[in-house]
Nanobody
Framework: QVKLVESGGGLVQPGGSLRLSCAAS????????IGWFRQAPGKEREFVAG????????YYVDAVKGRFTISRDNAKATMYLQMNSLKVEDTAVYYC???????????????WGQGTQVTVSS
């Protein structure tokens, strides 16, 4: 059974940085992608960034390009989302999720973590 656990959320001022972590267990195949999603109050959950097992393929939505960086350390079975230049509109619960394909996509994720709150406020 795949299990994903996010951490690293918190309160940060606009312009600040946070690094989210997603610790994975139970993933038996390299044929997968990890994605980061977020859901703000009153809004639908949206895809933010994704990375495949090798780390060669990554994808970002336009709203975070140049500010967020997704990475992974397979030895530690942990994925990261480095978030810089944070804006108030980045406030949301952030989730990591696993998709059983090496193709980085915005849909088709089967396993989800419980989420971690990120609040950007002065």
């Amino acid at each position: 059974q795949v299990k994903l656990v996010e951490s690293g959320g918190g309160l940060v001022q606009p312009g600040g940085s946070l690094r989210l972590s997603c610790a994975a267990s139970g993933i038996s195949s390299r044929d997968h992608t990890i994605g980061w999603f977020r859901q703000a109050p009153g809004k639908e959950r949206e895809f933010v960034a994704g990375i495949n097992w090798s780390g060669v393929s990554t994808y970002y939505v336009d709203a975070v390009k140049g500010r967020f960086t997704i990475s992974r350390d397979n030895a530690k079975a942990t994925m990261y989302l480095q978030m810089n230049s944070l804006k108030v509109e980045d406030t949301a619960v952030y989730y990591c999720a696993q998709r059983g394909s090496t193709v980085v996509a915005v849909t088709g994720y089967d396993y989800w973590g419980q989420g971690t709150q990120v609040t950007v406020s002065s």
